[in-house]
């Protein structure tokens, strides 16, 4: 099903009828992806007297208490009030249409090899998704102006979708790549990795910072020059979607938080 829209003033022909979840299911009981250290989100039935929440138990329906914490433990969409005093509810500012986006893989840099760095400095055995390699990547084909960028790291393998982070350090964005996309005016990040930032970065956050337009040791929601900003992480992009230009609707629910848990979907464009 071919939909003609306008977004942000440009035309655009969709396949609305053949969009593609970015999500990793959390699927309690099963393996998940993790992230600095968190244990596995739990799902237990709801139980007070006389109800045990559970029909396999002999209750007359199902009900269940989730423990999540959507930052470590699957895909989740963020907001400034990430690194702010004040609390802020991301779901609030998530984008409710559909955004023109553009889909890159590349192959992340080590950081030995690369000109390009952050703060803290990178180890020398770090992988970066460094500016360089996001120039070289970017489609040439200009059918939108993107707002969002979706960023798929290669190798594109599916133990993404379950893979435990925790004693590794997964690739990150660099200072100069960071910043190269916000000249893009991107407004939207999807990422395959856990942060945009390196796992332990002695509370730095730099690309979180540059990205939410933050100063360096600000706290104050009112200093973000780019405070409509979301960050999207521990995504998956499945090789289904191709690189280029589509368009992307951030599904969020309307739960509190600095983070919740999303499921970003992609729409092909049709020329």
Avoid at 123 to 142: S, Y
Avoid at 219 to 248: H, K, M, Q, W, Y
């Amino acid at each position: 099903m071919l939909a003609e829209l306008t977004i942000g003033g440009q035309r655009i022909r969709a396949a609305l009828d053949r969009g593609v979840s970015l999500a990793i299911a959390v699927e309690f009981g099963a393996a998940g992806p993790r992230h600095f250290g968190a244990g596995p989100p739990t799902s237990a039935p709801f139980a007070v007297a006389g109800f045990t929440g559970a029909v396999a138990t002999g209750a007359s329906c199902n009900c269940s208490t989730l423990t999540l914490t959507p930052h470590c433990q699957m895909t989740h969409t963020e907001s400034v009030a990430h690194l702010t005093r004040e609390s802020g509810d991301t779901w609030r500012i998530v984008p409710r249409g559909l955004l023109p986006a553009v889909v890159v893989s590349i192959s992340p840099e080590p950081a030995r090899e690369s000109t390009e760095s952050t703060q803290p400095q990178p180890w020398g055995t770090d992988l970066l998704i460094t500016k360089r390699r996001l120039r070289a990547a970017w489609p040439m084909l200009r059918m939108v102006e993107p707002v969002a960028a979706i960023i798929r790291t290669l190798p594109n393998e599916p133990a993404k979708r379950t893979r435990d982070y925790s004693d590794a350090v997964p690739p990150y964005l660099t200072r100069d790549a960071v910043e190269w996309l916000v000249e893009k005016r991107i407004e939207h990040l999807v990422l395959d990795v856990p942060s945009v930032d390196r796992t332990h970065d002695e509370g730095h956050l730099t690309a979180h910072r540059i990205f939410f337009g933050m100063p360096a040791g600000s706290t104050s929601r009112g200093d973000a020059a780019r405070s409509r900003a979301t960050i999207t992480e521990l995504a998956f992009v499945p090789d289904e979607v191709n690189d280029g230009p589509c368009v992307l609707s951030l599904a969020v629910p309307a739960i509190g938080g600095d983070a919740v848990p999303s499921q970003p979907i992609v729409y092909p464009l049709a020329p």
